[in-house]
């Protein structure tokens, strides 16, 4: 549901059809899109991250991919032998290391278990070992943002009739220096 930096949502209303005012291309779905996607979501080749598991420790783009064995019946052997990881000199294999082919086989150290290939970025601490009682995650959540208070009174003066007002605190979210997107000027049932 993420938007496109000029403000357009990639689909048409019936959630199939590409929107082709949004300027929306399939083949590179996380493209020119609203920056806070790329804060809150983890896509195919997001990154790099310092992704953490004891001794394999490693900096590298989030890798998500299926079905990119070229053995017949996905069959063994799984290793692509002349491929290394230029981080770490781990072997790297026919479909990303974050799938969940990948880990079904259990040859992930990471212990993704993803199935779409997108997954939460925001409020995830990248800094530490995953999982682990040995690190002191210093990691603060908050419960109520800034953000999340003006879009509930957007929607109390909505509900008032104020469309003005609503529309004011909406584009406050919108027009942050981190986000810049553009601000909301439709009306009625529109908006």
Request: charged share 25%.
């Amino acid at each position: 549901m993420f938007q496109l930096k000029n403000g357009e949502y990639p689909y048409l209303e019936d959630g199939v059809t590409v929107n082709p005012a949004s300027g929306y291309n399939e083949q590179m779905p996380n493209e020119n899109r609203d920056p806070r996607y790329y804060s809150t979501v983890i896509y195919p080749g997001a990154g790099p991250f310092t992704i953490n598991d004891g001794a394999k420790s490693t900096l590298r783009r989030y890798e998500y991919w299926e079905d990119a064995n070229p053995n017949p019946d996905n069959a063994p052997p799984y290793q692509n032998p002349n491929k290394k990881d230029p981080g770490n000199g781990f072997d790297l294999f026919d479909y990303g290391r974050d799938s969940k082919t990948y880990w079904v086989k259990g040859l992930t150290p990471f212990h993704w278990n993803v199935q779409t290939g997108y997954t939460f970025r925001k409020f995830c601490d990248f800094s530490g070992p995953r999982a682990s009682f040995d690190y002191d995650y210093n990691q603060v959540v908050p419960y109520m943002r800034l953000a999340e208070f003006y879009l509930n009174y957007a929607e109390i003066e909505m509900a008032l009739g104020k469309e003005d007002v609503a529309r004011t605190y909406i584009n406050k979210v919108r027009s942050r220096a981190s986000v810049g997107m553009p601000d909301i000027k439709s009306s009625g049932a529109n908006f």
